[in-house]
């Protein structure tokens, strides 16, 4: 196969977009780059590239990419979100927020970069800030799954059990199988002492991702502080079979082990 693209360089777009989609990053790229070498002021063109090397986890030089497009047309408050993203990717938060802000102000109603805001806002651990911009975007997308995911996970690092359950029963209701939602609940309730209810939360998630160590894991540091230590001792063997070096399960598996021995 070669990869001479067609005359036209509309249609080098068109077949790079079509191989992206078929997961043939590589050369997609490629494609872009033979276009950019004859029409090097194509500020979408450049954006594309950007987004193709943010899905190869190249992100300096998406960042470079999406750097060339806002040069030639500032105003593309999408280009700002995505270099956002990228610096969002590389941990360089301070970066990924200013992305943000240019997003908004360019573009105030759309409810993504204020999400991204918040979750980069999140990551640097400033949660009341976190929580403006979550809301900000639902306020924007009543619907926005994610934001009222993350918003409830603010308030879990908050310690506002009830606030986080409010928000992963909202995420649940727009999307019932997001297994995060159902194990994030979980322990929230868990922390209230609810129990049975937690158990239940736990049991969905696994329900939906029954690979998760995690989960696994605190349904059976649930069970342990209702002393069902048998039960609690498979769920560590549960955690242990998917994810081997999960080192608390094996901790606890050890407790429960050696306190059973005690009870019996």
Not at 60 to 88: C, E, K, M
Not at 111 to 133: D, I, S, V
Not at 160 to 175: M, Q, R, S, V
């Amino acid at each position: 196969m070669t990869n001479t693209p067609p005359e036209h360089p509309n249609t080098w777009a068109e077949r790079s977009f079509t191989l992206a989609n078929l997961g043939r990053l590589e050369e997609a790229l490629a494609i872009l780059d033979q276009l950019l070498q004859l029409q090097p002021s194509a500020p979408l063109a450049w954006y594309n590239r950007g987004v193709l090397l943010a899905k190869l986890e190249r992100y300096h030089d998406a960042i470079t990419s999406y750097d060339r497009a806002l040069t030639q047309q500032p105003q593309l408050y999408f280009v700002w979100n995505n270099r956002g993203n990228a610096y969002l990717e590389l941990g360089r938060y301070q970066e990924a927020v200013a992305g943000y802000d240019q997003a908004i102000e360019l573009q105030p109603q759309d409810p993504l970069p204020w999400y991204n805001r918040g979750y980069a806002w999140l990551k640097r651990g400033q949660f009341e800030t976190a929580l403006t911009n979550f809301e900000k975007a639902i306020e924007i997308d009543p619907d926005y799954a994610l934001a009222w995911y993350y918003r409830g996970n603010t308030f879990l690092k908050l310690g506002h059990y009830e606030k986080a359950i409010g928000c992963y029963d909202k995420t649940i209701d727009l999307a019932p199988d997001y297994h995060a939602a159902w194990h994030n609940r979980g322990h929230a309730l868990f922390q209230l002492r609810r129990e049975e209810e937690a158990l239940d939360s736990y049991d969905q998630a696994l329900q939906l991702q029954p690979d998760d160590a995690d989960t696994w894991y605190n349904r059976g540091n649930l069970l342990c502080q209702l002393t069902c230590y048998e039960e609690a001792l498979t769920c560590y063997n549960q955690a242990l079979q998917y994810q081997p070096n999960h080192q608390p399960a094996k901790r606890n598996r050890e407790w429960v082990l050696a306190e059973w021995r005690v009870k019996n």
